[in-house]
T-cell receptor, first 113, second 115 residues
Framework: KAGVTQTPRYLIKTRGQQVTLSCSPI?????VSWYQQTPGQGLQFLFEYFSETQRNKGNFPGRFSGRQFSNSRSEMNVSTLELGDSALYLC????????????FGEGSRLTVL | DQQVKQNSPSLSVQEGRISILNCDYT??????FLWYKKYPAEGPTFLISISSIKDKNEDGRFTVFLNKSAKHLSLHIVPSQPGDSAVYFCAASPRRGGSQGNLIFGKGTKLSVKP
């Protein structure tokens, strides 16, 4: 069974640009969550999607957005990039909305110059 | 305001000895706690969890203890092996019923197990 797949794995952007990250959950998993990992703040919750609906949102500015498609694949977008957005963005999936531990992908490493 | 705190950024232990990783939380509404392990260039992997109705959960070499009155949990690894060297994250679920999509993570403790 394939794990959570995130693309791209690495990317470099400049301030003011926007970026879209993609996540394919484990087959059969309907819930997808996104986290941002930075050295200073650790892992911080961005949002969670279940059946194409955003169920929870963390304390991030509106520049951070996401969506989920009918096949459970998810994307997150960050607009007007800032230097502080440089981080590892982790996607995690699980079978249902209230069951099961999170299975994480390897992450997308974003560097903003 | 950190709701889940791992006060030790790093821990070094000799192979074969016990590793004890600690975690404190502030929110009494947390009812489910998890430990994740992370190797460099990989995503975190689930290790062990505990519900607030229990005070201990064991899985092989790994045991998690929960002290609700002190709002403290700890992960014990016995015996420690070099392959256990990784960053360990403590996480808590803020919802009743164990919803785990919205986890609050600590900043992690880097464990080094020396041969």
């Amino acid at each position: 069974k394939a794990g959570v797949t995130q693309t791209p794995r690495y990317l470099i952007k400049t301030r003011g640009q926007q970026v879209t990250l993609s996540c394919s959950p484990i087959s059969g998993h309907r819930s997808v969550s996104w986290y941002q990992q930075t050295p200073g703040q650790g892992l911080q919750f961005l949002f969670e999607y279940f059946s194409e609906t955003q169920r929870n949102k963390g304390n991030f500015p509106g520049r951070f957005s996401g969506r989920q498609f009918s096949n459970s694949r998810s994307e997150m977008n960050v607009s007007t990039l800032e230097l502080g957005d440089s981080a590892l963005y982790l996607c995690a999936s699980r079978p249902g909305s209230f069951t099961g531990e999170l299975f994480f992908g390897e992450g997308s490493r974003l560097t903003v110059l | 305001d950190q709701q889940v705190k791992q006060n030790s950024p790093s821990l070094s232990v000799q192979e074969g000895r016990i590793s004890i990783l600690n975690c404190d939380y502030t929110n009494s509404m947390f009812d489910y706690f998890l430990w994740y392990k992370k190797y460099p260039a990989e995503g975190p992997t689930f290790l062990i969890s505990i519900s607030s109705i229990k005070d201990k959960n064991e899985d092989g070499r790994f045991t998690v203890f929960l002290n609700k009155s002190a709002k403290h949990l700890s992960l014990h690894i016995v015996p420690s092996q070099p392959g256990d060297s990784a960053v360990y994250f403590c996480a808590a679920s803020p919802r009743r019923g164990g919803s785990q999509g919205n986890l609050i993570f600590g900043k992690g403790t880097k464990l080094s197990v020396k041969p």
